[in-house]
């Protein structure tokens, strides 16, 4: 299989605070996995990626940790500001090198002031 | 200035008409894809293309034909449309296949009456 489960659907935090966003793959083929933040009316932009060999990265108050046994991923956002309000996408490149990504179904993230 | 360009922005069609979705990239990227956001499902790979060859059809339709004519261009036909066929139609671009940063254009807003 290809799917990419994402979790939670919707995620309500305090300014300031952290939020956490999960994602599960199927493919142990995958070998590259991406982050988008979508605003409304917007296209998906890339805020940060990681790639098999690594278990974490991190982009300022990003960080995105790999857990390839468990077929896991996750993106952390700390000091979360109003700002950072937006649907967030995991993705997983598919089989065969093809480019393709597998999206999860979104999370809608709320940062409450 | 944009980098990726998608025409038309918006567009209605008749049911079991025919259109045909737009997409350049001046990024210089070699690999091109489309995605399809709906409601449904939320971003749904539907091809790539590498060198201007198809690398990639995970759309179960023969009426979605996607279009090469030049290196940095992949247009999108669609026929017989029906109403759901209703969606976003993104077009991203990558320097290449693998572990690289898709960009995403502005979208084409597709309605079916």
């Known amino acids: 299989g290809e799917q990419v489960e994402q979790l939670p659907s919707i995620l309500r935090v305090q300014e300031g605070s952290s939020a956490s966003i999960n994602c599960s793959y199927e493919?142990?083929?995958?070998?590259?996995f991406p982050w988008y933040k979508q605003e409304p009316g917007e296209n998906p932009k890339l805020i940060i990626d990681?790639?098999?060999?690594?278990e974490r990265k991190q982009i300022q108050e990003l960080i995105v940790l790999l857990d390839k046994k468990a077929k896991r991923f996750s993106l952390h956002i700390t000091d979360t500001q109003p700002g950072d309000s937006a649907m967030y996408f995991c993705?997983?490149?598919?089989?065969?090198?093809?480019?393709?990504?597998?999206f999860g179904l979104g999370t809608t993230l709320q940062v409450q002031p | 200035d944009p980098k990726i360009i998608q025409k038309p922005k918006y567009l209605v069609a008749v049911t079991g008409s025919e259109k045909i979705l737009i997409c350049e990239q001046y990024?210089?990227?070699?690999?091109m894809y489309w995605y399809r956001q709906s409601a449904k499902k939320p971003l749904e790979f539907m091809f790539s293309?590498?060198?201007?060859?198809?690398?990639d059809n995970q759309t179960a339709s023969s009426r979605f034909q996607p279009q090469s004519s030049k290196k940095n261009h992949l247009d999108l036909q669609i026929t017989a449309l029906k109403p759901d066929d209703s969606a976003t139609y993104f077009c991203?671009?990558?320097?290449?296949?693998?572990?690289?940063?898709?960009?995403f254009g502005p979208g084409t807003r597709l309605t079916v009456l």
């Open positions: 991203a671009s990558s320097q290449e296949r693998v572990y690289a940063e898709q960009f």
């Open positions: 493919d142990s083929a995958s070998n590259y």
């Open positions: 990681i790639r098999s060999n690594m």
């Open positions: 993705a997983a490149s598919g089989t065969g090198n093809t480019g393709k990504l597998i």
């Open positions: 990024l210089g990227h070699n690999a």
């Open positions: 293309y590498s060198y201007q060859k198809l690398m």
